[in-house]
């Protein structure tokens, strides 16, 4: 819901300010000034950004589960007219979620059970965007468009670690294996998590944001949600906030 509201104040400065900006070029115009930027030229951008994915409250129970990553991205914005700042972005980027969290933190009365996941993806957008031009340097970018993600790595792994070393040789001997403790899951094998908890290799979702470009450094954020499930009763929603230099 933050983030909801984040991208709706977000999207209402996009309008807004443009907006002002077009009222006072065009004060000036009627003197004989200069008229409101428009810049319809392509560009390209590649982009650094922090992603948190959420999962849906149901899963396994968990209210608050996600994972948190990076994302690197490329994006080539066509122009779809000649006197309309509009535009068409596709691309592609690569995803890295890392997930960690304590399952136990009274295991075997010395310990700690700890449950860790990482991922990797790879998505292409489709997006209509619109640049509003404040001035010759400076423009915010509002946009909207699908995601088309490609799940290529998510392996979740459960291991123990013995906080009182003292207390464990005591009770379970000094040859007792804790290796016997750790376990590695592919998500996507039906094996190892069962025909619900498999992960679907492709999913379709949807986003928004909003940009803003001073001179060639951006600055945007986004959020989105998937249309198709990841596993059975298993949704995500992403919100991303990044950088990125245009050229």
């Known amino acids: 819901m933050k983030a909801i509201k984040?991208?709706?104040?977000?999207?209402?400065?996009?309008?807004?300010?443009?907006?002002?900006?077009q009222f006072s070029n065009a004060s000036t115009g009627a003197n004989g000034g200069s008229s409101m930027v428009k810049d319809c030229t392509p560009y390209d951008r590649i982009s650094l950004s922090y992603q948190y994915?959420?999962?849906?409250?149901?899963?396994?129970g968990a209210?608050?589960?996600?994972?948190?990553g990076?994302?690197?991205?490329?994006?080539?914005?066509f122009s779809l007219s000649k006197t309309l700042p509009i535009f068409l972005e596709t691309g592609i980027g690569a995803n890295f979620?890392?997930?960690?969290?304590?399952?136990?933190?009274d295991f075997l009365e010395c310990g700690e059970l700890k449950s860790k996941m990482t991922t990797i993806s790879l998505s292409i957008p489709v997006n209509v965007a619109y640049k509003f031009n404040v001035n010759s340097d400076f423009s915010i970018q509002p946009y909207l468009g699908l995601n088309l993600k490609f799940n290529v790595f998510a392996q979740s792994k459960q291991s123990a670690s013995i906080d009182d070393e003292e207390y464990f040789?005591?009770?379970?001997?000094?040859?007792?294996?804790?290796?016997?403790?750790?376990?590695?899951?592919?998500?996507f094998d039906k094996d190892d998590v069962g025909k619900d908890g498999q992960w679907k290799r492709f999913q379709l979702g949807w986003?928004?944001?909003?940009?803003?470009?001073?001179?060639?450094?951006y600055?945007?954020?986004?959020?989105?949600?998937?249309?198709m499930e990841l596993a059975k009763k298993l949704n995500t929603s992403t919100f991303k906030i990044g950088v990125g230099y245009n050229f």
């Open 6 to 21: 984040i991208l709706m104040i977000a999207g209402a400065l996009a309008v807004a300010a443009p907006a002002f900006a």
């Open 53 to 60: 994915d959420k999962l849906s409250p149901d899963y396994k």
């Open 63 to 68: 209210d608050d589960q996600g994972l948190n």
């Open 70 to 77: 990076i994302a690197i991205d490329y994006l080539h914005g």
């Open 97 to 105: 979620g890392f997930y960690s969290d304590v399952i136990d933190p």
């Open 169 to 187: 040789e005591n009770r379970f001997g000094e040859d007792y294996d804790l290796d016997r403790y750790e376990e590695k899951y592919n998500m």
């Open 207 to 217: 986003h928004i944001g909003v940009g803003a470009t001073y001179k060639a450094f």
């Open 219 to 227: 600055l945007g954020l986004s959020y989105g949600t998937d249309f």
